[in-house]
């Protein structure tokens, strides 16, 4: 029966070291692609977010199942949906009834300054007079 785990150990070795590169080429093209999408809808539609995210959202959980032979061998230390961009938009993107972006609440503006109107009288009521 050891001969059996020996062979079976030397296949899982030479399986992996051929699926390695695929696994890797494919990851980096999917989060290219991914984070090009992501780029084009904040800076083409953001008023349309809500409802065009739901698109990216589902090529993202299509690629990432598409990935799961390389999780499962663990020849990927990170998973596609893990990466902090793509997270970040997933996390955004809601189901389109719940779904409320607004681009302008990312853009923090200082606050307004407090004008004081200086009375140049002293205090005294003799302001107006000639």
Known sequence: ???WRGKTNKFLHSFRNYKEPECITNYNKFEKEIKRQIAELYKNNPTGFCRNCQ??????????????VCYTLDLLRN?????????????KCL?????????ASNVRNPPALKVKSENSCGGRNDCNKG
């Open 95 to 103: 189901e389109p009834r719940k779904c409320r972006y607004n681009r």
């Open 79 to 91: 998973k596609l949906i893990d990466d902090f961009e793509i997270n970040a938009f997933m996390e």
């Open 1 to 3: 029966m050891a001969a």
């Open 55 to 68: 698109k990216i959202k589902q090529d993202i959980i299509n690629k990432n199942d598409q990935l799961k």
